[in-house]
């Protein structure tokens, strides 16, 4: 089993990365192989999947986004295939934070993932999560707000333009109220 590989990454595609260690060029899948640069240095942490018809690598710039993976992945129904496209579309935090929060509705932002999906990941990842989400409140509340201000009929510029006159201390339901009377003036 590996735990990461230090290399240089030689090439990128849309979905992995090549990690040369020792003169072996290894086949990452990662979340974001964009965020690696071509001639660089990385220490990458590495899931290895085997199976009978697979042999796979699957590689994270942190032991979080690693931790995090591995957790999605144990869920029924959710496979590497899904998992990782949760991770390039959101924040570690992000998505831990909207697990303990029961967010279904984050959850099925994510590419292929369903009310059954994100309702299986809540119950059974919910309180099993040892990721800090402190700092997170304000996005995620921000990203709730948009939504049920898209919910009410209202176009991206005209939520955009009420944004930053909003009070971002308030909860979640008192900023929804002063959303509507920022758009209905």
């Given at each position: 089993?590996?735990?990461?590989?230090?290399?240089k990454?030689t090439?990128?595609?849309?979905?992995?990365i090549?990690?040369d260690?020792?003169?072996?060029?290894?086949?990452?899948?990662?979340?974001n192989?964009y965020?690696?640069n071509?001639d660089?240095?990385?220490k990458?942490?590495?899931?290895?999947?085997?199976?009978?018809?697979e042999?796979?690598?699957?590689?994270?710039?942190?032991?979080?986004?690693?931790?995090?993976?591995?957790?999605?992945?144990?869920?029924?129904?959710?496979?590497?295939?899904?998992a990782?496209?949760?991770l390039?579309?959101?924040?570690?935090?992000?998505?831990?934070d909207?697990?303990?929060?029961?967010?279904?509705l984050?959850?099925?932002?994510?590419?292929?993932?369903?009310?059954?999906?994100?309702?299986?990941?809540?119950?059974?990842?919910?309180?099993?999560?040892?990721?800090?989400t402190?700092?997170?409140?304000?996005d995620?509340?921000?990203?709730?707000?948009?939504?049920?201000?898209?919910?009410?009929?209202?176009k991206?510029?005209?939520?955009?333009?009420?944004i930053p006159k909003?009070?971002?201390?308030?909860?979640?339901?008192?900023?929804?109220?002063e959303?509507?009377?920022?758009?209905?003036?």
């Amino acid at each position: 089993m590996y735990n990461y590989i230090i290399g240089k990454v030689t090439d990128i595609t849309g979905s992995y990365i090549v990690l040369d260690n020792n003169g072996i060029g290894y086949q990452v899948f990662t979340a974001n192989p964009y965020a690696f640069n071509i001639d660089q240095d990385y220490k990458v942490y590495i899931y290895h999947l085997v199976r009978e018809d697979e042999e796979s690598l699957y590689g994270f710039k942190t032991e979080e986004e690693k931790e995090l993976f591995l957790k999605l992945i144990s869920v029924k129904g959710l496979g590497c295939k899904m998992a990782l496209p949760m991770l390039a579309t959101g924040s570690v935090s992000g998505i831990a934070d909207a697990i303990e929060r029961e967010n279904i509705l984050y959850l099925k932002k994510f590419p292929k993932i369903g009310d059954k999906v994100a309702k299986q990941i809540v119950l059974d990842l919910k309180g099993k999560l040892n990721i800090d989400t402190s700092g997170l409140e304000n996005d995620n509340t921000m990203d709730e707000l948009i939504e049920v201000l898209k919910g009410l009929g209202y176009k991206d510029k005209e939520i955009k333009g009420i944004i930053p006159k909003l009070d971002k201390s308030l909860s979640i339901e008192d900023q929804v109220k002063e959303s509507l009377k920022l758009l209905l003036k």
